[in-house]
């Protein structure tokens, strides 16, 4: 499912306009990214959560040339499924 699927699906189930659920789908993942760019965890109870990791600084290797480059810090968002999302998609 996509964004476009998701607004038609509340569309259709909410009995609200299209430009209203479009709305409403931006709110949403607006919030949710908002949040993580704070470094706060979203939390969906039952199906999901959402939090940022962070890296420390490394030594890697470049495999083309194999000259040695240091990996800056970083941070990266990360997915977790819910233990009831696992069961329903396992069935």
Do not use: H, W
């Not at 476009?4 to 607006?30: H, N, R, W």
């Amino acid at each position: 499912m996509n964004k476009l699927e998701l607004i038609s699906a509340l569309k259709t189930e909410g009995d609200i306009s299209k430009s209203e659920a479009a709305k409403v789908v931006q709110i949403f993942f607006d919030n949710m990214a908002d949040a993580m760019a704070r470094g706060k965890r979203v939390e969906i109870r039952g199906l999901c959560s959402f939090f940022v990791k962070n890296y420390k600084s490394y030594t890697g290797r470049n495999p083309k040339t194999g000259e040695n480059v240091v990996i800056t810090p970083k941070k990266l968002p990360f997915f977790k499924s819910g233990k009831e999302l696992k069961k329903r998609v396992d069935y």
